[in-house]
């Protein structure tokens, strides 16, 4: 499956919904292509293409900018070793090459029977816990070279939690109808309208439930977007 | 396990304890980022206080708290609040959740441990500013964020903080779109940032403008804001600005987290007051850094992240605090302290940084996508055995085509900051350190 799979494009809809400009919602798609196939395959770009209404050009253009878009299959376990100056410090060096020993590859490398795909890279933002490292982006701190070694015997013996890469935040945001405040197109909208009104307390909080809905432009707004963006049907 | 502010049975020689945390007050409670946590400590109270005052009142307090930004550039957030054009509608909100200045470590715990508060500074900066949707740019990288805040964003839309009507107001109603980036440091200057959230390569934008606050997202005037400067917004509101400005040094005000990493015994992430606390203090004592491994001495130190240049052991007691620490040739910047001590290999160090922006160059600029891999590949051939004895000097000639006099702060020939930032670890090296590149240099 290279295309987004029904559930996908529905979820895709959901995503492309909550931008004003369609083509906001690029990256989350492309993270959402990943996490179905692994990497963004190219049958997948032209899906997303047709979804922003974009062309395939463009997808690409934005897809090959970023770091943790692959466009080739890595191993199911990304394992990303830090490489920043405080991991330098403290031995960053030496985890790299222990690595490279135990998987067999070299950084940048895939081990042969797909399970590994080893990588040195810069800051992840875990200083105080130099060495450390990600697998499919989940922390590792204060890595010695015998934590390592367990850790692959883990991943190797699938006795380890850790999702496939591609799948990032297992936690997704989720607006329901009635919570949603709508979208704010860039060319339809005037004065924030809790700014307009003469009492001091603007907020005008009135007791009122939360639940209640009053009327709103904002709800129209959010339709006169999905029209403007191009959102396919 | 990180630690997180001082132990309260070892209180500091002038400051109250109590004083030491706004941002990081629920660090040590696990439960600390679910919203039932985060409302019997207090929560979403600044947000129900701001929403009985008149919004620019709300701008009014933010700008009496002098509140700095937190993101590197330590601009104060008040008065960038304030660069949005009169009468050009809508207003967005974009928060500045793509930490990547090695070194830096504190926008990903806060989002981690205390998302609630994230997500209330942000309503109170659209209430303020009347900026009706916000966009939350986490890191690619950073997973456990984006759940963390995935799941308090669902907590807070369904208790009514967050979306249509906030907390019963008739008006008032934004929403937050969480979203997330896809791996490149140059996303964090704002500029890319936004690019990045439309979808496009995070190219920084041609200025002037020279905020977004006039030009941003779509075009439409845009506040960007770090995660650490809209964090603080709760306390601002619920205690007062000017109760903020009273912490702190008088041009530094409030707390500040510091990601003390390195040579240091006991590296953590500590939230002290701004510009009271020293150098030597937040490396040396046992509240803090806890000081260098026995038998070493210091060999320099990082003050504000990769970009800043060095200091040494006559700068151990300078203030943390911005204007001290930008006179004396450096700066703050995103609150990272790194301490190499005399186990260091400078020419090594000065490597690992320079290859770092080099990596990250978006290619944009030529000085900086040329310059910055050039720089790379000598102090590759010089830690190699292979340099040339005139390399050290070409080495300054090419940073000096990136920041023409390498000077501090440094002018530049590129469109952001990046390609200088590669010249503050070679200059600070260099001069500091010759004879250690001499010694490789045949």
Redesign the interface.
Same mark, same amino acid.
């Given at each position: 499956m290279a295309r987004l799979g029904p559930a996908n494009i529905t979820l895709a809809k959901e995503i492309i919904s909550?931008?004003?400009?369609a083509?906001?919602?690029?990256?989350?798609l492309?993270?959402l292509a990943q996490e179905q196939d692994g990497y963004v395959t190219q049958e997948a770009m032209a899906h997303i293409a047709e979804l922003?209404g974009?062309t395939p050009a463009e997808v690409l253009?934005?897809c090959s900018?970023?770091?943790?878009?692959k466009q080739e299959p890595v191993g199911e376990y990304m394992v990303?070793i830090c490489?920043?100056?405080?991991c330098?410090?403290?031995g960053a060096s030496e985890l790299i090459g222990h690595a490279e020993k135990t998987l067999g590859i070299k950084a940048g490398g895939t081990t042969e029977d797909g399970k590994f795909t080893l990588e040195a890279v810069?800051?992840?933002?875990?200083?105080?816990?130099?060495p450390c490292l990600?697998v499919?982006?989940?922390?590792r701190n204060k890595v010695s070279l015998a934590d390592f070694d367990q850790l692959v015997e883990r991943l190797r013996a699938g006795t380890s939690s850790i999702a496939p890469h591609g799948k990032?935040?297992?936690?997704?945001?989720?607006?329901?109808d009635?919570?949603?405040?709508?979208?704010?197109?860039?060319d339809?909208?005037?004065?924030?309208?809790?700014?307009? =009104?003469n009492s #001091?307390?603007?907020? +005008?909080?009135?007791?009122? =439930?939360?639940? #209640?809905?009053?009327a +709103?432009n904002?709800t129209t707004d959010n339709k006169t977007a999905d029209n403007k963006t191009g959102v396919s049907p | 396990m990180?630690?997180v502010a001082p132990a309260p049975q070892d209180p500091p020689q002038d400051i109250q304890p109590e004083d030491l945390q706004i941002v990081t007050s629920r660090f040590h409670n696990p439960q600390g980022h679910t919203l039932a946590a985060y409302i019997q400590s207090g929560g979403y109270s600044g947000l129900?206080r701001?929403?009985?005052?008149?919004?620019a009142k709300v701008h009014d307090e933010v700008r009496a708290a002098s509140l700095l930004g937190r993101g590197g550039a330590g601009f104060p957030a008040g008065v960038k609040w304030g660069f949005c054009p009169p009468?050009v509608?809508?207003?967005?909100l974009v928060v500045n959740g793509d930490?990547?200045?090695?070194?830096?470590?504190k926008?990903?715990l806060l989002m981690e441990r205390d998302p609630h508060q994230l997500i209330e500074g942000c309503m109170i900066a659209c209430?303020a500013l009347?900026?009706?949707?916000c966009?939350l740019y986490v890191?690619?990288?950073?997973?456990?964020a984006?759940?963390r805040?995935?799941?308090a964003?669902?907590e807070a839309?369904?208790?009514?903080y967050v979306?249509?009507?906030?907390?019963?107001?008739?008006?008032?109603?934004?929403?937050i779109?969480?979203?997330?980036?896809?791996?490149?440091?140059i996303v964090g200057e704002e500029t890319a940032l936004i690019e990045?959230?439309?979808?496009?390569?995070?190219m920084p934008r041609l200025k002037p403008p020279f905020f977004p606050a006039a030009i941003g997202?779509?075009?439409?005037p845009t506040i960007v804001n770090n995660v650490e400067t809209l964090s603080n917004l709760p306390w601002i509101i619920a205690n007062g600005g000017e109760a903020f400005a009273a912490m702190g040094a008088e041009s530094s005000t409030g707390t500040r987290v510091f990601?003390?990493?390195?040579?240091v015994v006991n590296?953590?992430?500590f939230e002290v007051p701004f510009g009271t606390t020293t150098f030597r203090d937040i490396i040396f004592s046992s509240r803090y850094g806890g000081g260098l491994r026995p038998d070493r001495s210091l060999k320099a130190f990082?003050p504000g992240g990769?970009s800043a240049p060095w200091f040494y052991e006559e700068h151990l007691d300078l203030h943390l605090e911005k204007t001290a620490v930008d006179k004396a040739g450096s700066m703050l910047g995103s609150g990272?302290i790194?301490v190499?001590d005399d186990t260091?290999n400078i020419v090594?160090?000065c490597h690992?940084?320079v290859r770092?922006f080099a990596?990250?160059s978006?290619g944009k600029c030529t000085p900086c996508r040329e310059g910055t891999s050039w720089l790379e590949k000598i102090l590759s051939r010089i830690l190699a055995g292979q340099g040339r004895p005139q390399d050290l000097d070409l080495l300054l000639d090419v940073c000096d085509n990136i920041s023409p006099g390498i000077k501090w702060p440094p002018r530049q020939t590129t469109i952001c900051p990046l390609g200088p930032s590669a010249v503050s670890p070679i200059a600070s090296a260099l001069q500091r350190f010759r004879s250690e590149f001499e010694a490789y240099t045949p």
């Open positions: 909550r931008y004003p400009v083509r906001s919602a690029l990256i989350p492309l993270h922003l974009i253009g934005t900018f970023y770091e943790m878009l990303n490489h920043g100056i405080s330098h410090l403290l810069e800051c992840v933002a875990a200083c105080t816990e130099a990600q499919n982006y989940r922390y990032l935040a297992r936690t997704r945001q989720q607006i329901d009635e919570r949603r405040a709508g979208v704010s197109p860039p339809g909208a005037t004065q924030a309208p809790w700014l307009d =009104t #001091n307390s603007n907020g +005008d909080i009135d007791n009122k =439930t939360i639940d #209640n809905k009053t +709103d904002k | 990180t630690t129900q701001a929403l009985e005052m008149a919004p009468q509608w809508p207003r967005y930490e990547s200045e090695p070194g830096t470590y926008d990903r209430y009347g900026l009706s949707q966009f890191r690619g990288e950073m997973a456990h984006q759940e805040l995935a799941a964003l669902n839309y369904e208790a009514g979306g249509a009507n906030v907390c019963g107001s008739k008006h008032f109603s934004v929403d779109t969480l979203h997330w980036g896809a791996g490149a440091y990045s959230l439309e979808g496009n390569r995070g997202l779509y075009g439409k990601a003390v990493s390195g040579h590296p953590g992430v990082i990769a990272a790194v190499m260091t090594a160090a690992n940084l770092f990596r990250e978006c």
